[in-house]
């Protein structure tokens, strides 16, 4: 397949933000630094209390579309993206969250790559790096989907190995599935990749594009709440699917079930060496 570099397709990149004065500066500079010119950026405002509007208003590039979503509350990114994807007519769709970056050849490598392969490829993603204050200091995360079953479906069942700022979606494949869930907060991403996956392929490229924002203040907590709610969204999306082996959800809780028995016993062997000290 020859593909006529100058006229690749547009891409439409979703960055919700909210409160986010400190990062999205950075954001908003490493999507106008991509050596791929054709795009719109969509910053959908989740109701910022602080200038997060008057930073992203000083970016003068009439590629950038400001888009305002009041905070209702609840906080699902699934709601100022959704209003987003109401807006665009792009072939394509990439995200982007206001505290992580893109590497400067992630949307002409993924697009490339992207039109070289089959319609029914509804979703291309890749490897990315992790860091926490400083960008310069990340280390590698490779995401490619693990072959524990010869379906990329039941893997991700298994564990959310793709990560969201290294996505590209086919648009018509997402209008077919839907958008994203709002009722859910951090798992709407693994939500969506589980129906495109599907009734769609997806695709990996095996290159790094993106680094990820790991927050120091994390804890261990979050960690094992987050994976109590893996669990219950697996319940629920067990009684609405038909025809999936009850091995793959079995395996699925032991390996949240292990990790969160382990989280337990290395934070409170930390803890009970803290309060000895």
């Known amino acids: 397949l020859i593909i006529n570099m100058s006229i690749l397709p547009e891409v439409s990149v979703i960055m919700p933000a909210y409160n986010a004065a400190n990062t999205i500066?950075?954001?908003?500079?490493?999507?106008?630094?991509?050596?791929?010119?054709?795009?719109?950026?969509?910053?959908?405002?989740?109701?910022?209390?602080?200038?997060?509007?008057?930073?992203?208003?000083?970016?003068?590039?009439?590629?950038?579309?400001?888009?305002?979503?009041?905070?209702?509350?609840?906080?699902?990114?699934?709601?100022p993206r959704n209003l987003a994807l109401k807006h665009i007519d792009s072939k394509y769709i990439a995200f982007l969250d206001s505290d992580d970056l893109w590497?400067?050849?992630?949307?002409?490598?993924?697009?490339?790559?992207?039109?070289?392969?089959?319609?029914?490829?509804?979703?291309?993603?890749?490897?990315?790096?992790?860091?926490?204050?400083?960008?310069?200091?990340?280390?590698?995360?490779?995401?490619?989907?693990?072959?524990?079953?010869?379906?990329?479906?039941?893997?991700?069942?298994?564990?959310?190995?793709?990560?969201?700022?290294?996505?590209?979606?086919?648009?018509?494949a997402l209008k077919e599935v839907g958008f994203f869930r709002t009722d859910l907060k951090g798992l709407?991403?693994?939500?969506?990749?589980?129906?495109?996956?599907?009734?769609?392929?997806?695709?990996?490229?095996?290159?790094?594009?993106?680094?990820?924002?790991?927050?120091?203040?994390?804890m261990s907590g979050d960690k094992i709440k987050y994976l109590n709610l893996e669990k219950n969204y697996i319940r629920d999306f067990l009684k609405k699917s038909e025809n999936i082996p009850s091995k793959v959800f079995t395996i699925s809780f032991l390996i949240r079930e292990a990790t969160i028995l382990k989280l337990n016993i290395i934070y409170s062997n930390y803890f009970s060496i803290d309060r000895k000290s």
């Open 25 to 79: 500066a950075e954001s908003i500079e490493s999507v106008l630094n991509q050596n791929y010119s054709n795009f719109k950026l969509y910053i959908v405002d989740h109701g910022s209390s602080d200038n997060t509007s008057i930073i992203i208003k000083k970016f003068d590039d009439n590629r950038i579309i400001y888009l305002f979503q009041p905070n209702l509350g609840f906080g699902s990114p699934g709601l």
């Open 188 to 218: 709407e991403d693994w939500d969506l990749w589980l129906r495109i996956s599907k009734i769609f392929q997806i695709s990996y490229i095996s290159k790094e594009h993106a680094l990820y924002r790991i927050s120091p203040d994390s």
């Open 103 to 172: 590497l400067p050849n992630k949307l002409k490598e993924q697009i490339e790559y992207f039109e070289s392969l089959d319609d029914n490829v509804a979703l291309v993603y890749s490897s990315f790096r992790v860091f926490t204050s400083k960008s310069s200091d990340s280390s590698s995360i490779n995401r490619r989907n693990f072959k524990f079953f010869n379906n990329v479906f039941y893997n991700l069942i298994l564990s959310n190995f793709i990560g969201l700022p290294t996505v590209i979606i086919r648009a018509n």
